[in-house]
């Protein structure tokens, strides 16, 4: 059974930082890129990083680029997200993304940039 699940959400003031972490199970981690996505109330979700299989590849959303890094732990099984700077308009749930059979979603943390 494919499981993922996301922890360290939370609330932070303007220019803070969080990392996100996602516990990934259920399948061969090492053979997939995984990803992170965003959804802010009212908006469709969103890509904001991805990392190739092995790691040697990263892409961060135009929006974020400089600010969050994505990483993984292939022994561990988990993709971590650290975000700095974090602004207002980083509010949403986000969710860890693994393209095994037909997709998979965690459920979720929810991140609130608030002073």
């Known amino acids: 059974q494919v499981q993922l699940v996301e922890s360290g959400g939370g609330l932070v003031q303007p220019g803070g930082f969080l990392r996100l972490s996602c516990a990934a199970s259920g399948f061969t981690f090492t053979s997939y890129a995984m990803s992170w996505y965003r959804q802010a109330p009212g908006k469709e979700r969103e890509l904001v990083a991805r990392?190739?299989?092995?790691?040697?590849?990263?892409n961060c959303a135009d929006s974020v680029k400089g600010r969050f890094t994505i990483s993984r732990d292939n022994v561990k099984k988990t993709v971590s997200l650290r975000m700095d700077s974090l602004k207002p308009e980083d509010t949403a749930v986000y969710y860890c993304?693994?393209?095994?059979?037909?997709?998979?979603w965690g459920q979720g943390t929810q991140v609130t940039v608030s002073s």
């Open positions: 990392i190739s299989d092995l790691g040697g590849i990263t």
């Open positions: 993304y693994a393209p095994v059979r037909a997709g998979a």
